[in-house]
């Protein structure tokens, strides 16, 4: 089976859907299953099957009728298509409360994601270890980066310090970036930038809240 695809062939809301399919394939997989169903995995993810099929079809999975996805070859391709099965090594700029939290969690590297320092101006950080990551000061950026050819860049700075840093990161070689600040950063064409904003998220979130009490509460009048 060919699944040397390029990533810009596939839909950008196919791949934001294709990890979801992956997880849950990885959870039927302790549980002993050998075969899951479009319907089955349109169960545990609140989309609809026909949508399933077209998606894993992206990348060259096709089910077998009455039978469904061998979930062994399901994983196989989908952490491959990802990228999830190369360890792709990065370095985070803020390690504060955000960026301390990301240091700590080593599920990151299950998807292929190994960060092997951090970068602070902070003389409270600079200089220690977080879970076993050091902690550089930004001057250091450059000896580093030539040191270990990083190529992905994490950006948990304060808003304030956001594209500052992010206009360092891009001169010294990072060609993606992980924003998980605020700030819609500005950086060249050929800079992959992928936007996390956990406040977007939680306006979202709130918002949702708000209009699920109000009909709610006129349905109690």
């Given amino acids: 089976m060919d699944t040397m695809l390029k990533i810009d062939r596939v839909p950008e809301p196919t791949l934001r859907r294709l990890p979801w399919y992956l997880s849950v394939c990885r959870l039927l997989k302790t549980q002993g299953e050998v075969y899951v169903s479009s319907t089955r995995l349109s169960k545990e993810t609140s989309i609809v099957a026909s949508q399933i099929a077209k998606d894993l079809s992206c990348v060259n999975i096709v089910g077998r009728t009455r039978v469904g996805y061998e979930i062994d070859n399901l994983l196989e391709v989908l952490e491959s298509f990802l990228g999830f099965t190369t360890i792709h090594k990065a370095f985070l700029f803020g390690a504060g409360r955000l960026g301390g939290a ?21 003389p409270r950080i600079v200089g220690h270890s977080v879970s076993g ?78 209009g699920l009490e109000g009909e709610t509460q006129n349905d109690m009048k």
Avoid at 109 to 114: M, P, T, V
Avoid at 116 to 122: H, L, Q, R, T
Avoid at 179 to 204: E, K, M
Wanted: aromatic share 8%; glycine share 4%.
């Fill in 133 to 210: 990551i050091p902690v550089y000061h930004m001057n250091e950026l450059e000896s580093k980066m030539r040191r270990h050819k990083v190529k992905i860049g994490i950006l948990t700075v304060p808003i304030e310090c956001a594209q500052e840093v992010a206009d360092k990161m891009v001169v010294w070689g990072i060609k993606a970036i992980w924003n998980f600040t605020p700030l819609r950063i500005r950086v060249p064409d050929d800079i992959v930038v992928q936007n996390t904003s956990l406040y977007a998220h939680l306006s979202l979130m709130f918002n949702r809240l708000d």
């Fill in 102 to 122: 990301l240091l700590k969690d080593t599920g990151l590297k299950q998807f292929g994601l190994e960060v092997v320092a951090a970068f602070d101006n902070s």
